[in-house]
């Protein structure tokens, strides 16, 4: 087991550079998810950890190695592919067996690290199988279980769950979940899946044009993204962002419509200041509906009409124009709202966000 | 009559149709090959019998026996042409896969400059007629000392098989997905470690027919050998069926028979490495 350091980490290819100089700490066991639309360098990234790509400069520690020039084999990671990469001439158990084999363990060992490793994937009865005959599902599991079986310092999942279909998954995510509970070791988790990086991960990275935005526990970057960018990335559906003026206490939208300036921001800006005003779905709701949020609630009240609705069955997606933009909002105990009809909206404004039209950064402190 | 069961007699003709097609064509495919087994089998006569003799009246091994008898008893040094032709073929085959493999490799998997115009060059060589080339490469070899020797036609056929064994081979790894080697690198594989575990078993059938190309070219070749040998010393089978020639006749049958003589190892080698032809081995590595 052991910690993974990147310290001003550069990627280029010619002169185009993808990874700029980013910098990440990965505690031991630790579950850490990069997460970030596609061409923001999380794969990358993982690649350069796994020395599958070489770096252009920074260090990269693993454990208090320093591992920049080691070829992989020499870096003690084990690798799940999104393809998953199996060996098609080789028996689930082969594939399993191969790292052992070509580090030179003896057959007994090798085939009692297998029994292990087959035992807690479930993958006993597909031993003697080629990778051909198994379901999407199984490969993935026998991907895992060839990383599982040489007990790696660390694991990398290269967007491992991307090629299954949506069922199977949200159950391989909660067998990673308790694999990583069993196994108890470091892993770095490429995904471009907000939520599988929210449901499985201890710390988020996300990442955008080679950049690191945010790092943080889920419910942190989720409460307080520090930027526009991870407001809108985390979270599903995604965060109401607007562009706003402020003047006299209040946030004046493009067509003149305002909401008042929520309390906690109102020290932080300036009159005639361009912000972002940002609120979640789920704090902006037909009035009755929402979901309570304490005393401290700061909420206010629009009469709005309805363009859309999705009905979700416990809870309706409501669709409403507000100054000139449309607002997702969460109705809970929904009922029935035709498109047209006016109705009260409730904006909880102390769970709003602010960013900066120009930084585009949080305004909280 | 229903629908049902003028769609079934359709599928009956159309079924039928296929198999008198596919016999056709393999009949014309076959039947030279038929024809030549036959015509060493019969006197000269009936080969030259004009309307063709279509049934042979008698058969006999007369042509394989004079053929092995020794020169002055219509012989011809079968033993010596065959060595040679076989020490070329199968040196040049090893020689040419060896490259191919490396160069096929290279172009599948890495990216240099200048990739797209070497290997369009390597594909030009090929449009080259190989008996221009003769005349040009009789000149060489006669300067270097090398015509008549196992070497000059060694290296000149793994000129001509190279292109072909690095184009083949280049598709048959592009087949393989690279994350299967960079698989086996994290699994603790050198670079050549993963390419012999586990690129080279996968891309092995692409391998075997890109040989089988290179040794029935080889071993067929007859417009640079006839060139470049002069004797026993390097003369290969092709270039013997020319000994059946005198000034004023053709030994038809003898010709027939050496053919047949030069069939039988390329056809057995071709049904062994067969096996290995399979397709689809890489299936299952990757998503699908």
């Given at each position: 087991?052991?910690?993974?350091?990147l310290?001003?980490?550069?990627?280029?290819y010619?002169?185009l550079?993808?990874?700029?100089?980013?910098?990440?700490?990965?505690?031991?066991?630790?579950?850490v998810a990069?997460?970030?639309?596609?061409?923001?360098?999380k794969s990358?990234?993982?690649?350069?950890?796994?020395?599958?790509?070489?770096?252009?400069?920074?260090?990269?520690?693993?454990?208090?190695?320093?591992?920049?020039n080691?070829?992989?084999?020499?870096?003690?990671?084990?690798?799940?592919?999104?393809?998953?990469?199996?060996?098609?001439?080789?028996?689930?158990?082969?594939?399993?067996?191969?790292?052992?084999?070509?580090?030179?363990?003896?057959?007994?060992?090798?085939a009692?690290?297998v029994?292990?490793?087959?035992?807690?994937?479930?993958?006993?009865e597909?031993?003697?199988?080629r990778?051909?005959?198994?379901?999407?599902?199984?490969r993935?599991?026998?991907?895992?279980?060839?990383?599982?079986?040489?007990?790696?310092?660390?694991?990398?999942?290269?967007?491992?769950l991307?090629?299954l279909?949506a069922?199977?998954?949200?159950?391989?995510?909660?067998?990673?979940k308790?694999?990583h509970a069993?196994?108890?070791?470091?892993?770095?988790?490429?995904?471009?899946?907000?939520?599988?990086a929210m449901?499985?991960?201890?710390?988020?990275?996300i990442?955008?044009?080679?950049h690191?935005?945010q790092v943080?526990?889920?419910?942190?970057?989720?409460?307080r993204p520090?930027?526009?960018?991870?407001?809108?990335?985390?979270?599903?559906p995604?965060?109401?962002?607007?562009?706003?003026?402020?003047?006299?206490?209040?946030?004046?939208?493009?067509?003149?419509?305002?909401?008042?300036?929520p309390?906690?921001?109102?020290d932080?800006?300036t009159?005639?200041?361009?912000?972002?005003?940002?609120?979640?779905?789920?704090?902006?709701?037909?009035?009755?509906?929402?979901?309570?949020?304490?005393?401290?609630?700061?909420?206010h009240?629009?009469?709005?009409?309805?363009?859309?609705?999705?009905?979700?069955?416990?809870e309706?997606?409501?669709?409403?124009?507000?100054?000139?933009?449309?607002?997702?909002?969460r109705?809970?105990?929904?009922?029935?709202?035709?498109s047209?009809?006016?109705?009260?909206?409730?904006?909880?404004?102390?769970?709003?966000h602010?960013?900066?039209?120009?930084?585009?950064?949080?305004?909280?402190? | 009559?229903?629908?049902?069961?003028?769609n079934?007699?359709?599928?009956?003709?159309l079924?039928?149709?296929?198999?008198?097609?596919?016999?056709?064509?393999?009949?014309?495919?076959?039947?030279?090959?038929?024809w030549?087994?036959?015509?060493?089998l019969?006197?000269?006569?009936?080969?030259?019998?004009?309307?063709?003799?279509?049934?042979?009246?008698?058969?006999?091994f007369?042509?394989?026996?004079?053929?092995?008898?020794?020169?002055?008893?219509?012989?011809?040094p079968?033993?010596?042409?065959?060595?040679?032709?076989?020490?070329?073929?199968?040196?040049?085959?090893?020689?040419?896969?060896?490259i191919?493999?490396?160069?096929?490799?290279a172009?599948?998997r890495?990216?240099f400059?200048?990739?797209?115009?070497?290997?369009?060059?390597?594909?030009?060589?090929?449009?080259?007629?190989?008996?221009a080339?003769?005349?040009?490469?009789?000149?060489v070899?006669?300067k270097?000392?090398?015509?008549d020797?196992h070497?000059?036609?060694?290296?000149?056929?793994?000129a001509?098989?190279?292109?072909?064994t690095?184009?083949?081979?280049?598709?048959?790894?592009?087949?393989?997905?690279r994350?299967?080697?960079?698989?086996?690198?994290?699994?603790?594989?050198?670079?050549?470690?993963?390419?012999?575990?586990?690129?080279?078993?996968?891309?092995?059938?692409?391998?075997?027919s890109?040989?089988i190309f290179?040794?029935?070219?080889?071993?067929?070749?007859f417009?640079?050998?006839?060139?470049?040998t002069?004797?026993?010393?390097?003369?290969?089978?092709?270039?013997?069926?020319?000994d059946?020639?005198?000034?004023?006749?053709?030994?038809?049958?003898?010709?027939?028979?050496?053919?047949?003589?030069?069939i039988?190892?390329?056809?057995?080698?071709?049904?062994?490495?067969q096996?290995?032809?399979v397709?689809?081995l890489?299936?299952?590595?990757?998503?699908?």
């Open positions: 087991m052991a910690t993974v350091s310290k001003n980490l550069v990627k280029k010619g002169s550079e993808v990874v700029h100089a980013i910098n990440l700490d990965v505690a031991d066991r630790e579950f990069l997460v970030g639309p596609s061409g923001c360098g990358t990234t993982l690649r350069m950890i796994a020395g599958l790509e070489p770096i252009s400069g920074g260090h990269i520690h693993i454990g208090d190695r320093e591992v920049n080691l070829p992989p084999r020499q870096r003690n990671i084990s690798m799940v592919f999104q393809s998953y990469a199996l060996y098609p001439h080789m028996t689930v158990a082969e594939n399993m067996g191969f790292s052992l084999k070509i580090a030179g363990k003896s057959q007994d060992q090798i009692s690290a029994a292990d490793a087959a035992k807690t994937l479930g993958l006993e597909l031993l003697e199988r990778p051909s005959q198994l379901s999407g599902g199984q993935q599991r026998v991907a895992m279980g060839r990383a599982i079986v040489r007990h790696p310092d660390v694991f990398l999942f290269d967007e491992p991307s090629n279909d069922k199977l998954r949200m159950q391989m995510r909660t067998e990673i308790k694999l069993k196994v108890q070791s470091t892993v770095i988790y490429v995904t471009h899946d907000q939520v599988e449901t499985l991960a201890d710390r988020i990275v990442m955008r044009d080679g690191i935005e943080g526990p889920p419910e942190e970057v989720f409460r520090a930027t526009r960018f991870v407001a809108g990335f985390i979270g599903s995604t965060m109401n962002l607007h562009n706003a003026v402020v003047s006299d206490g209040r946030l004046v939208f493009g067509n003149g419509d305002t909401l008042p300036l309390g906690q921001f109102r932080r800006v009159a005639g200041q361009k912000v972002i005003f940002g609120l979640r779905p789920d704090d902006l709701y037909p009035t009755g509906h929402g979901i309570h949020s304490g005393e401290a609630a700061e909420v009240s629009v009469e709005v009409p309805v363009s859309l609705t999705e009905p979700l069955g416990n309706t997606l409501v669709f409403a124009e507000f100054a000139g933009q449309d607002w997702i909002s109705m809970l105990n929904p009922k029935t709202l035709r047209g009809e006016r109705i009260s909206l409730s904006f909880d404004l102390s769970q709003s602010l960013f900066d039209a120009g930084t585009e950064k949080s305004l909280r402190e | 009559m229903d629908e049902n069961q003028t079934r007699i359709k599928q009956i003709l079924k039928i149709g296929h198999l008198v097609g596919l016999f056709i064509a393999m009949a014309i495919i076959c039947l030279p090959g038929l030549i087994v036959l015509s060493s019969r006197p000269t006569v009936e080969i030259m019998a004009k309307p063709p003799v279509w049934i042979p009246e008698s058969l006999s007369d042509a394989y026996i004079a053929m092995f008898s020794g020169v002055g008893q219509g012989g011809i079968v033993l010596d042409y065959f060595r040679n032709s076989i020490i070329i073929s199968v040196t040049s085959t090893v020689i040419a896969l060896a191919g493999l490396a160069g096929g490799y172009f599948a890495y990216r400059r200048g990739k797209t115009a070497i290997f369009l060059g390597f594909m030009l060589t090929r449009t080259v007629p190989g008996i080339l003769s005349l040009p490469l009789f000149f070899y006669a270097l000392g090398i015509i020797t070497f000059g036609l060694i290296i000149a056929y793994v001509l098989n190279v292109p072909f690095v184009w083949l081979i280049d598709g048959f790894f592009r087949q393989v997905p994350d299967l080697a960079e698989a086996a690198q994290i699994d603790g594989c050198t670079r050549w470690q993963a390419f012999w575990q586990v690129e080279f078993p996968l891309a092995r059938s692409g391998i075997a890109a040989g290179a040794f029935l070219i080889s071993w067929n070749e417009a640079l050998a006839s060139q470049l002069r004797s026993t010393n390097s003369k290969t089978l092709p270039v013997g069926l020319l059946y020639t005198a000034e004023f006749t053709i030994d038809w049958r003898g010709m027939c028979a050496l053919a047949v003589v030069m039988i190892p390329a056809l057995t080698l071709t049904f062994i490495v096996k290995h032809l397709s689809g890489t299936s299952g590595a990757v998503k699908g």
